[in-house]
């Protein structure tokens, strides 16, 4: 793809996107007309998701006002009690969390939101950001429907830096107060197919969503940026597989947009031979990888592809947090590229992520790479990835997808 193309699209869509919300479906449309200047079909496929509006959120610290944001879906009302930080989830620390409003250090996920309900909390508090960096930004964050399973206590999320001081200053008594609307609204995936020979078919993924304080450049504009190099090239070179693109809505939200994809399309999955997913690929910094939810041989297949070509990539066997997974638990093998930047060269999830972080020269070479790769899958005599999920995948799927808790 043309550089200045490429450069064109990251300024065109250097705005907000998060999932279910007006600016996604203008991002959904403007990918379908970008699509159309290379090849005919792009059209949207609608799901329902939970949305939320905030009418009031307001954090008390000993009748000091903090500033925070109310977690979507977490319910409205008051919560009023005593401050304890759940420094860690021994059995002593998570004791004490009864009838009290709890601080966490960590993203709020699945195991231990269930912890907090399980041992009484009243309602949480968490925090986000670096208490280095200039801002005081705050992110939006939700209570996403299969980590509450119903069970809902309030919520706020705070800056990293009033964290800090309220444990500093040993608050004690806290009032939160939330008032939201909660609805089901509209997300959508983006998607394409270049027929080839064969009725089965390689799906190409990459969300296009991005989390309330990022313009999702690097996260993940970029991978989209991959998907259309990979149209403009297969619109214009034979391809005995058929490809379908999926530029996938709602990632951020729990990866909304590829399991509705998989839902909405369970008996033709059997006709996908492979799922290639790209998420953050194209930043200045730092080195290739390439994570396989699939047997070992393709691990080896594109080490040694990565060689021939003179292109390093570092490949595991793994589960991706991203859109290929849905796909494999479905039993579809899948590889997941991304670009890993070190030592926060290239910070996600914050209004740090920008067109800064990537030139059009490296995220046209990244494409290249997975574009060669795609290209042998996509005219081999047979696919050659088994399709099948090892056990040793299953069980990290399992893990991944909440249904065990890993050890
Ligand atoms: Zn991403």
């Known amino acids: 793809m043309k550089?200045?193309?490429?450069?064109?699209?990251?300024?065109?869509?250097?705005?907000?996107?998060?999932?279910?919300?007006?600016?996604?479906?203008?991002?959904?449309?403007?990918?379908?007309?970008?699509?159309?200047?290379?090849?005919?079909?792009?059209?949207?496929?609608e799901f329902p998701v939970d949305l939320a509006d905030i009418?009031?959120?307001?954090?008390?610290?000993?009748?000091?006002?903090?500033?925070?944001?109310?977690?979507?879906?977490?319910?409205?009302?008051?919560?009023?009690?005593?401050?304890?930080?759940?420094?860690?989830?021994?059995?002593?620390?998570?004791?004490?969390?009864?009838?009290?409003?709890?601080?966490?250090?960590?993203?709020?996920?699945?195991?231990?939101?269930?912890?907090?309900?399980?041992?009484?909390?009243?309602?949480?508090?968490?925090?986000?950001?670096?208490?280095?960096?200039?801002?005081?930004?705050?992110?939006?964050?939700?209570?996403?429907?299969?980590?509450s399973n119903g069970e809902k206590i309030l919520?706020?999320?705070?800056?990293?830096?009033?964290?800090?001081?309220?444990?500093?200053?040993?608050?004690?008594?806290?009032?939160?107060?939330?008032?939201?609307?909660?609805?089901?609204?509209?997300?959508?995936?983006v998607v394409l197919e270049l027929k080839g020979e064969?009725?089965?078919?390689?799906?190409?993924?990459?969300?296009?969503?991005?989390?309330s304080l990022s313009t999702g450049a690097f996260d993940n504009m970029s991978g989209c940026l991959g998907l259309l190099?990979?149209?403009?090239?297969?619109?214009?070179?034979?391809?005995?597989?058929?490809?379908?693109?999926?530029?996938?809505?709602?990632e951020e939200r729990g990866l909304?947009?590829?399991?509705?994809?998989?839902?909405a399309h369970l008996e033709e999955l059997d006709k996908c031979v492979l799922c290639v997913n790209l998420d953050m690929i194209g930043c200045?910094?730092?080195?290739?990888?390439?994570c396989c939810t699939s047997e070992k041989e393709l691990v080896n297949y594109i080490s040694y592809m990565g060689l021939e070509c003179g292109f390093p990539v570092h490949v595991y066997q793994g589960v991706y947090s991203s859109d290929s997974t849905p796909f494999s638990d479905k039993g579809v093998p899948s590889v997941s590229f991304a670009r890993f930047s070190p030592s926060n060269t290239g910070t996600i999830h914050n209004s740090y992520d920008t067109k800064a972080l990537l030139t059009a020269a490296q995220v046209e070479a990244d494409s290249e790479f997975i574009?060669?790769?795609?290209?042998?899958?996509?005219?081999?005599?047979?696919?050659?990835?088994?399709?099948?999920i090892p056990d040793n995948m299953k069980q990290k799927l399992d893990e991944y997808l909440l249904r065990k808790k890993a050890d």
């Open 155 to 189: 919520g706020v999320n705070i800056n990293a830096k009033d964290a800090v001081k309220m444990i500093e200053d040993g608050v004690k008594d806290i009032r939160i107060e939330v008032e939201q609307d909660e609805y089901v609204g509209n997300s959508q995936n």
């Open 55 to 147: 009418k009031r959120a307001k954090l008390y610290a000993d009748g000091a006002e903090i500033p925070c944001k109310a977690y979507f879906l977490c319910g409205s009302g008051i919560a009023e009690g005593e401050l304890y930080y759940l420094r860690s989830t021994d059995k002593y620390s998570l004791s004490q969390c009864r009838g009290k409003i709890v601080m966490i250090d960590s993203y709020l996920g699945y195991w231990k939101y269930r912890d907090l309900i399980e041992n009484g909390a009243m309602a949480f508090i968490t925090f986000d950001g670096n208490i280095n960096y200039a801002d005081r930004d705050i992110d939006q964050r939700e209570l996403r429907p299969y980590v």
């Open 284 to 290: 200045i910094m730092g080195k290739f990888g390439s």
């Open 198 to 211: 064969r009725e089965e078919f390689i799906v190409l993924t990459a969300h296009y969503d991005s989390t």
């Open 256 to 263: 909304l947009g590829s399991k509705a994809y998989c839902e």
């Open 371 to 388: 574009t060669k790769f795609v290209s042998r899958m996509a005219n081999a005599v047979l696919c050659p990835v088994a399709r099948k």
């Open 3 to 45: 550089h200045e193309l490429i450069n064109k699209i990251l300024a065109d869509t250097a705005y907000v996107r998060m999932g279910g919300r007006a600016e996604e479906k203008k991002a959904a449309e403007y990918l379908i007309g970008v699509c159309n200047e290379f090849a005919n079909g792009a059209h949207t496929e």
């Open 229 to 250: 190099h990979m149209i403009e090239y297969f619109s214009k070179n034979s391809h005995s597989y058929s490809l379908r693109f999926v530029f996938c809505g709602s």
